[in-house]
C-alpha cells in the first residue's frame, strides 16, 4: 500500500488490477467452496448463456462488454471443460451459437447458492465502506465510454504544454526560424509563389514597416510557430503565415497564436481581420473557424492556392 501512496492516482489502474487480482484468487477459493469447477473468468460468459439457450460469440460480448476474441477464447477453454457446445446458425452460416452443455447446465442449481451467498458477501463488504464503490465504479466506467482514458491523458499533456508555450514579439535573429517554417510547410501542400519570398526574406520592410506585426511561439527555448498580422489599411489587417512545426501540431500552439493576433488586431484598432487559405488545410480552416473567423467571399487573392477567405469582425 505504501507504493500507491506514494506514486498517488497516475497508478489508478494497476490499483484496481490488483484489486481485482486480490478478488480473482478469493474467487477461486469461493468456486471450490461450492464445489463448482469453473473458472472465475469464465463467469460473465457462463451468465449469460445460463439465462438464455444460446447465444453468438458477438451476442455474448456486447452483453458483458468483452471484446470478441476475449470471448472466443473463454468459450475454447469451456468447450475444453465440456461445459459448452458449438453450432453453425441456421439462419447464418458464418455466426457460431454457444449453448452450455449437459454439463454446463447441471452446475447451475449449484452456482445459484454460490450467487446469492456472494451477492450478500458484496451487500455486506459495501455496507462497512464509506463511500459506494458499486455506484463509483458505475460512474467512472459511464465517464469513461463518454471521454477515453487515453483522451484525457492527451488533453492533460495538451494543457500543459500549452502552459509552457511563450508567445513573443518577433526579433531579427528569428528570421531563419521565421523563413524555415513557413516554407516548410508551404513546400509541402503547395509550390512557394513570388509573394510569399517577398514577405518570408523580407518581413521588416513587407510586414513590420507598413504597422503590422509578428509573433513567435517558443517551447522549451525552441521557435516552434509563427504568424503574422499584415496591414491592410487602418482598420483591416490579415492573419498570415502562420506556421506551427511539424513535430509540435495538434498541441494547441496555433490556437494560442491566433488568439494573440486577435488581442494584437483589437491593440492596432482593426476592425476586422482577414485569412486567405486553401480547404485542403483542413485542420488550418477548423482553427480559424474556432477563432471565429466566418467564410467570405472577398477581393481576388494574389495567391494561386487560395480558394477560401475568412473573416472576424473585432467591432463590439
Not at 463488504?125 to 469513461?144: G, I, P, R, Y
Not at 508555450?165 to 513570388?194: A, C, G, M, S
Not at 498541441?251 to 491566433?258: F, V
Amino acid at each position: 500500500m505504501n507504493f500507491y501512496q506514494q506514486v498517488g492516482k497516475m497508478a489508478l489502474g494497476s490499483r484496481l488490477r490488483r484489486l481485482g487480482e486480490k478478488l480473482l484468487e478469493d474467487a477461486t477459493e469461493v468456486y471450490a467452496l461450492y464445489d463448482v469447477d469453473l473458472d472465475p473468468k469464465w463467469f460473465p460468459v457462463f451468465y449469460v448463456l445460463s439465462h438464455q439457450p444460446g447465444a453468438s460469440i458477438t451476442e455474448i460480448a456486447q452483453t458483458i462488454g468483452h471484446s470478441h476474441p476475449s470471448v472466443s477464447q473463454i468459450v475454447k477453454e469451456m468447450k475444453k471443460k465440456e461445459l459448452v457446445i458449438t453450432d453453425k446458425s441456421q439462419k447464418d452460416a458464418r455466426v457460431t451459437i454457444v449453448r452450455l452443455s449437459e454439463t454446463g447446465r447441471q452446475l447451475i442449481p449449484k452456482i445459484d447458492k454460490q450467487y446469492s451467498d456472494v451477492a450478500q458477501a458484496v451487500e455486506s463488504l459495501l455496507s462497512e465502506t464509506q463511500f459506494n464503490l458499486w455506484k463509483a465504479l458505475e460512474e467512472v466506467e459511464f465517464l469513461l465510454d463518454e471521454k477515453n482514458f487515453l483522451v484525457r491523458v492527451r488533453d492533460a499533456r495538451k494543457l500543459r504544454e500549452q502552459q509552457q508555450i511563450e508567445i513573443i514579439d518577433y526579433r531579427p535573429e528569428f528570421h531563419d526560424d521565421f523563413k524555415q517554417l513557413n516554407y516548410t510547410w508551404i513546400e509541402h501542400y503547395f509550390t512557394v509563389e513570388e509573394s510569399d519570398r517577398q514577405y518570408l526574406e523580407h518581413p521588416d520592410q513587407k510586414i513590420l514597416a507598413p504597422g503590422g506585426h509578428i509573433y513567435m511561439a517558443r517551447y522549451e527555448n525552441k521557435i516552434v510557430g509563427t504568424c503574422s498580422l499584415v496591414k491592410i489599411d487602418d482598420t483591416r489587417y490579415e492573419l498570415s503565415k502562420m506556421a506551427v512545426a511539424a513535430d509540435m501540431q495538434g498541441r494547441g500552439i496555433g490556437w494560442s497564436l491566433g488568439q494573440a493576433a486577435i488581442r494584437k488586431g483589437h491593440e492596432l484598432g482593426a476592425k476586422t481581420l482577414y485569412i486567405e487559405s486553401n480547404t485542403t488545410l483542413k485542420p488550418a480552416i477548423s482553427l480559424y473557424q474556432k477563432l471565429g473567423f466566418q467564410k467570405i467571399v472577398g477581393p481576388a487573392s494574389p495567391y494561386e492556392r487560395c480558394n477560401i477567405q475568412l473573416e472576424l469582425s473585432l467591432e463590439p
